[in-house]
């Protein structure tokens, strides 16, 4: 059974940071692209960043760029983001998601547009003082 589970939400000060991680069961990250997405109350949907098969190749939104860094470790199954430098507008439910559409995370077609095979059910961070 595939499944993806989210964890490392928490409420955090701006400025703050927390490592998010997403644990695989039924697959083989290794043969996915994983990205992270976030979706906050009232909102769409936003893509945040992506990792390739490898984790040779990554991707950002601009948004988080210089302030998150998503990483992965196949031998574990797992990927990771490290949010630093935390913002309000960084409030959001985080999911992680995979897909086999293509082994690198491409500016054509978007990453941020592959069809993920794969949710987790997310997990919350709230940025707040």
């Known amino acids: 059974q595939l499944q993806l589970v989210e964890s490392g939400g928490d409420l955090v000060q701006p400025g703050g940071t927390l490592r998010l991680s997403c644990v695989a069961s039924?697959?083989?990250?290794?043969?996915?692209?994983v990205s992270w997405f976030r979706q906050a109350p009232g909102k769409e949907r936003e893509a945040v960043s992506c990792?390739?098969?490898?984790?040779?190749?990554?991707a950002y939104a601009d948004s988080v760029k210089g302030r998150f860094t998503i990483s992965k470790d196949n031998a574990r199954n797992m990927v990771y983001m490290q949010m630093d430098s935390l913002k309000a507008e960084d409030t959001a439910r985080y999911y992680c998601?995979?897909?086999?559409?293509?082994?690198?995370?491409?500016?054509?077609?978007?990453?941020?547009?592959?069809?993920?095979?794969?949710w987790g059910l997310g997990t919350q961070v709230t940025v707040s003082s």
């Open positions: 998601a995979a897909t086999d559409q293509s082994r690198l995370c491409t500016i054509w077609p978007p990453w941020e547009r592959f069809t993920y095979n794969s």
């Open positions: 990792i390739s098969t490898s984790g040779g190749s990554i």
């Open positions: 039924g697959i083989i990250l290794g043969d996915y692209v």
